[in-house]
């Protein structure tokens, strides 16, 4: 990697304009310096996802020492200052002077030398100052210490505490910015975890297990998945408990017709393909052919026969799957409120308008969705959210509008997992609260 600095900078500037998603930016970065020092491509990771989390910090921190107001700057040159701020106030390991003059250089080298004297003025000035800086106080203003302190945007703040009281949106928000281990789901079908776990750690992984999920193991201190052979050889995939769970709650049975409707990257496919023991059928779909390419890697990898990957809209009907499948699993695009700690992108990009919009198609998927599913067959109804008008009062649309009740999961579920709504057929996982991603699960019977 050139320079892992100069790297972040890039993916900085695409990201704040809008070009690319995140975590779509970093991989691509990732694997074209895939052979690169480990420690670039940490720091340069470390840098992008730490920047964009704090952001709404950093500016905060940005406007009390600029003139001009960080959101008035030129898109190179906010980059430069959040990435120099971000080296300032949360990585230890780097100089501050490092910091300061590597942003300086890099002004200089992408044609803003006339400005290189206003960023290296005010890296130095909180360099400076950075014991004395000023955040706002919890008793004068809850929203918007929350906000600033978690770099949240205050709206959803505000939205949240409509649901929940004050310390449970404090240890969700908190969540966010906790460092997360890769959540792996071993096959059974390959040996099951106590196989797989040992593979991992001879390759000097470390690996804890999972808390929701007998095969689930959460693992770090390794540089590049694909380098895992346990990985490579296709006897686990990347997939949080939550998903995990919802597939698990889903109760495939050997021999049946399986239809998971928006299921890229696949990931409760392939958990039901491997509970159903290499019989019956999944058939798993998204929207376009890049996202069916990322299902159809993992089938390759995983090496599954009964599964297949199809470019299918869910809003449009498939008359010809009518009353065909046992199950239908419909995890419906979704605000994403609850994976906002692994896709920082989310919290700059979703409004209230983009939420109520999201309703009217999840809505229409499911219209379809309900059609699918034989009389006394299972739709499992999921989203990665938290937002009621998304969740329950979509679970509650289906029981009033459809031929479908509510199915009673309390036996089904971790024995440490206690909810009460269990026995009303949903739940809603919470980060923070729950050892998981924020996710909503509904199971539900056509009679």
């Known amino acids: 990697m050139e320079n892992p600095r100069e790297c972040a900078l890039d ?68 980059a430069l200052l959040r990435m120099g701020i971000y080296q300032i106030l949360y990585m230890d390991q780097v100089p501050d002077s490092a910091a300061c003059n590597e942003a300086v250089k890099l002004a200089k080298k992408r044609g803003f030398s006339r400005l290189s004297g206003f960023v290296n003025g005010v890296l130095r000035n909180i360099s400076r100052k950075k014991e004395t800086i000023s955040y706002p106080k919890k008793d004068k203003n809850l929203v918007t210490y929350l906000s600033v302190t978690y770099s949240i945007p205050e709206w959803i703040i505000k939205f949240f505490m409509k649901t929940y009281d004050d310390e449970t949106v404090e240890k969700i928000i908190e969540s966010y910015l906790e460092d997360k281990k890769t959540t792996l789901c071993c096959l059974m079908s390959k040996g099951g975890k106590d196989v797989i776990r040992k593979e991992l750690e001879e390759e000097n992984v470390t690996v804890e297990d999972g808390e929701l999920i007998e095969n689930a193991v959460k693992i770090s201190d390794y540089d590049f998945l694909y380098r895992l052979r346990a990985f490579r050889e296709g006897k686990c995939y990347v997939q949080d408990e939550s998903s995990m769970l919802c597939a698990k709650l889903a109760g495939a049975k050997e021999g049946q017709f399986v239809m998971d409707l928006c ?66 699993i419909a995890d419906v695009p979704c605000s994403g ?22 309703v009217k198609l999840q809505r229409e998927i499911l219209t379809n969705a309900v059609q699918y599913v034989k009389h006394g067959g299972t739709l499992i109804y999921s989203t990665c959210t938290i ?36 026995k009303d057929g949903y739940i809603q996982l919470l980060p923070g609260v729950h050892p998981c991603d924020g996710f909503f699960i509904a199971k539900l019977r056509r009679k």
């Open 337 to 358: 409120l609850g994976i906002m700690g692994k896709k920082n992108d989310i919290k700059y990009h979703i409004s209230e308008d983009g939420m109520k919009d999201l």
């Open 387 to 422: 937002n009621p008008e998304e969740n329950e009062k979509n679970m509650q649309w289906i029981i009033n509008n459809f031929d479908y009740e509510a199915v009673d999961i309390t036996e089904e579920l971790p024995k440490n997992l206690k909810i009460e709504t269990a």
């Open 11 to 78: 993916v900085l500037i695409k990201v704040d304009k809008k070009e690319e998603l995140s975590h779509i930016a970093i991989s691509n970065v990732l694997e074209k310096y895939q052979f690169s020092e480990k420690r670039d491509r940490a720091f340069f990771t470390r840098l992008v996802e730490g920047t964009l989390e704090r952001q709404i910090t950093i500016d905060y921190v940005a406007d009390q020492f600029s003139k001009t107001k960080i959101r008035k700057c030129k898109p190179l040159i906010r």
């Open 263 to 328: 299921s890229a990257p696949g990931g409760k496919s392939l958990y039901t393909a491997d509970q159903i023991k290499g019989s019956g059928q999944v058939l798993s779909r998204d929207l376009t052919e890049y996202k069916t390419d990322l299902i159809e890697d993992n089938i390759e990898r995983m090496g599954f026969t009964n599964m297949e990957a199809e470019v299918f809209d869910a809003t449009i009907l498939d008359e010809e799957h009518i009353e065909a499948a046992d199950v239908v």
